[in-house]
């Protein structure tokens, strides 16, 4: 007597799915997320450097900070940790292959907020608002400087402005 093993057309489907998935796996390829957020890489380390305030395109205060800038979630998430007597502040951001933007969610003690961002011209610009935007780029001494603005009367006047050399 002969004896077959049947073979479902369901198991069979479920098989190449997990040969596929553990294909990309073993071969390392990047998801479009992952590399999204790959462009953000001038961002991670450790930084240390002063955090300016402005009033009246005038100095208003000057203050030591420090930032620590990681990956986490296998390179899907970026954590920003910045601490000075101004100011402290955790902030994720994410890229989100739907809607094809990244999002900028800072958390205060006071509270949080979520803005949409965009990587453009080597520099991650988030936008709170239409009359507001926060620039993140290398300086081309190759530090790292962050800066935002307000519009009024339709020109851009600085708000802050955090300059940082790389510790680590």
């Known amino acids: 007597m002969k004896y077959t093993i049947p073979i479902r057309t369901n198991s069979i489907f479920y098989c190449l799915i997990m040969m596929f998935f553990t294909f990309n796996l073993i071969t390392g390829q990047k998801s479009s997320q992952q590399e999204n957020m790959e462009k953000l890489n001038f961002m991670i380390g450790e930084w240390v450097g002063i955090s300016?305030?402005?009033?009246?395109?005038?100095?208003?205060?000057?203050?030591?900070?420090?930032?620590?800038?990681?990956?986490i979630l296998d390179k899907n998430v970026i954590t920003i940790d910045l601490r000075s007597e101004l100011l402290q502040l955790h902030t994720v951001i994410y890229?989100?292959?739907?809607d094809k933007k990244y999002y900028y969610n800072p958390y205060y003690k006071s509270g949080a907020g979520k803005y949409e961002a965009e990587y453009k011209d080597g520099k991650l610009i988030v936008w709170p608002s239409k009359n507001r935007k926060f620039i993140f780029h290398l300086t081309s001494e190759g530090n790292f400087q962050e800066y935002g603005e307000r519009l009024e009367n339709g020109k851009w006047i600085k708000d802050f402005e955090d300059n940082f050399k790389k510790i680590q």
Not at 52 to 71: C, G, H, L, R, S
Not at 95 to 98: A, L, R, T, V
Request: glycine fraction near 0%; proline fraction near 4%; hydrophobic fraction near 25%.
């Open 52 to 71: 300016t305030t402005y009033k009246n395109d005038t100095i208003a205060k000057q203050v030591p900070a420090f930032e620590k800038i990681n990956y």
């Open 95 to 98: 890229y989100n292959d739907k």
